[in-house]
């Protein structure tokens, strides 16, 4: 069985993100900065340790996830 990519993976967590954000009606759908996870999602990604860059990936989709669902 072949790992998955780390882009493979951050794709799958951008789309799942993006799903659940487009899912909302729009008045619901809580006023976000992406930039605040975004930084540590970059930093995590290009520390070089696949590791590091899938938990990353797992904790930003878990967060938006969270956030979104609660929005509703």
Known sequence: MS???IRCELAAALRAVAAAYRQLPANQRPD???AATDEILEEALTAGSRKKALSAISEWRTHWLALF????
């Open 69 to 72: 669902e609660a929005a509703k």
């Open 3 to 5: 790992e998955n990519s």
């Open 32 to 34: 976000v900065s992406w």
